[in-house]
């Protein structure tokens, strides 16, 4: 089974860039436009990693991530910010998060990134 992205925005053109971003580093993506509609419909039988906007409304990244690890969900997390909030990203990263990056986002920063989610998520 393939490592697929479940991208997490509530900026359709964001999520769209990210959506195209994976693909030409070849990876599977799902797009959600908010956190509720990707806890309706995950999978977490399938390998990948989520791609999560910090800032949403009703439920933010922090919070979605909060929800997956009370449910037992060890799904690596990589964070996007598009105001650096630094207190914010730390809380992210204490809980377990691969890494936040801030927005706009670079192919060549998003890989690395990538890559060792992927390989967290294969053990």
């Not at 399938?46 to 690890?69: F, K, N, S, T, V």
């Not at 377990?96 to 192919?107: E, F, I, M, N």
């Amino acid at each position: 089974m393939s490592f697929t992205t479940f991208l997490v925005d509530d900026d359709p053109g964001i999520l769209k860039a990210l959506a195209r971003l994976v693909r030409t580093a070849g990876y599977e993506s799902r797009c959600y436009s908010s956190s509720q509609e990707f806890l309706r419909d995950h999978d977490p039988s399938i390998p990948g990693c989520a791609i999560l906007d910090l800032r949403m409304p009703e439920l933010d990244g922090l919070e979605l991530q909060q929800r997956l690890a009370a449910a037992g969900v060890e799904r690596p997390i990589i964070f996007l910010t598009g105001d650096g909030n630094i207190p914010a990203s730390v809380q992210a990263m204490k809980a377990g998060a691969v890494d936040s990056l801030t927005k706009p986002l670079r192919r060549e920063v998003l890989l690395s990134p990538l890559s060792r989610a992927e390989e967290r998520d294969s053990k």
